[in-house]
């Protein structure tokens, strides 16, 4: 079956986000292209189909994993595909709970099917968990940045499958973020869910390819290899971004969110709040303390936000919305503004005991504390992304940077 020329009518839906998004990024030479263009791996049926007849399947997914507007499970289902069980990562399989928020267990309301939790008790498949599948699917739409757990799901997804002699299939979606690389490279004595190999914070990649990497570089535990398939997209665009049909987490609501994430991810680990609590969460940096008072926005509590950081407090800061650093500079990690808030701030406890988790060196906080220049700063990590770019291109299945 071939669905992948059967969207057309769907485009009209995302006209008006489109017109929008190309506003955001205008001025600069990165394209906007609507995420119907690309022939999805999860829509090429013919090349997965045929690996699931007479087995059993478990399916590492979502919200973001659908199909047009229907879940992967769901199709999958009515395909008469044997579909045993669901894996939901952070935010749950629905995606409705917030970031950091323990996900239990539980049983899908519409298909009856059990939910395994990979963000509660464990982030790693159990063997017990495994035991009565023979493939796992992984389908879920990633943003391309280090901390954004989905990746670290994937791993340690094919890891489990590996030492259970598991199948593991990826199917393939854009990376909003995939047009540049740019970070720290994270350390070693700093591995951990938010960040579990030696790559830069944006590190350009759609997730097919991470896991082509991670598998044969032998960067799994114990050097492990899972038997692994990555259905592949046709006519995705590296150098252009894709808004997305479904936002991929419940704070990430858009595409200036989205791409202004691989930024303001970092401030999580940081006294500063990033808008959660109101309506355009990771779109706007503030404090209670900050001197200009010029904008200024007050977190209140809400369904994706049950206590956000400095509830019913005015915030001061910056308002990130059609900021010109998205129109002007969206092939970068903005360091300025992370430089600007500490400065002003002068608070010892700027910085938390997470911030380098985020950051994956312990070098950053040091370099802004110290007040040393963007340019120094930059130039501290080109040794580490230049080594990381030369085993990336191994492993790329699509057209690399112009």
Request: aromatic share 12%; net charge positive.
């Amino acid at each position: 079956m071939d669905f992948c020329h059967k969207n057309n009518k769907l485009i009209g839906l995302f006209s008006a986000l489109i017109l929008l998004s190309q506003f955001i990024v205008s001025q600069n030479n990165l394209s906007v292209k609507n995420y119907t263009s690309v022939c999805i791996g999860a829509q090429q049926f013919e090349k997965y189909l045929p690996l699931l007849n007479k087995k059993r399947v478990g399916i590492v997914t979502n919200i973001t994993g659908v199909i047009n507007s229907t879940s992967i499970v769901d199709t999958l289902i009515k395909l008469k595909v044997n579909v045993k069980k669901i894996y939901g990562p952070e935010h749950g399989f629905r995606g409705n709970t917030e970031a950091g928020e323990k996900v239990n267990s539980n049983v899908d309301a519409k298909t009856g099917l059990p939910i395994i939790s990979l963000y509660g008790t464990n982030k790693k498949p159990t063997k017990e968990q495994l035991k009565d599948i023979d493939v796992l699917i992984y389908d879920i739409q990633d943003v391309g940045v280090r901390f954004y757990t989905y990746i670290s799901t994937m791993c340690y997804a094919m890891e489990a499958c590996a030492e259970s002699n598991k199948e593991f299939i990826v199917l393939d979606r854009p990376n909003p973020n995939g047009f540049y690389i740019d970070g720290p490279v994270l350390k070693e004595e700093l591995k951990g869910f938010l960040g579990l190999h030696p790559v830069p914070i944006v590190y350009g990649m759609t997730c097919g390819e991470y896991a082509n990497m991670v598998n044969e570089e032998a960067w799994l535990k114990n050097k492990v290899k899972c038997k692994l398939t990555v259905v592949a997209m046709k006519d995705y665009d590296r150098n252009a971004t894709y808004p997305l049909p479904v936002k991929p987490s419940p704070n990430i609501p858009n595409l200036e969110a989205i791409l202004l994430y691989p930024s303001l991810g970092l401030f999580e680990g940081t006294i500063m709040s990033l808008g959660r609590g109101t309506e355009f969460p990771f779109q706007a940096i503030g404090h209670p303390k900050y001197s200009d008072t010029t904008f200024y926005f007050i977190p209140k509590e809400s369904k994706l936000s049950k206590t956000p950081k400095y509830l019913n407090e005015k915030c001061f800061g910056f308002d990130l919305r059609n900021d010109n650093y998205l129109k002007n500079h969206p092939h970068k990690i903005n360091l300025t503004w992370m430089q600007n808030l500490y400065t002003d701030l002068h608070n010892n406890n700027f910085f938390d005991k997470y911030f380098n988790n985020h950051s994956g060196n312990t070098e950053l906080q040091s370099q802004i504390k110290n007040e040393l220049s963007e340019i120094e700063i930059r130039k501290s990590w080109q040794k580490d992304i230049e080594k990381f770019k030369q085993t990336r291109i191994k492993y790329l299945l699509y057209k690399d940077f112009n």
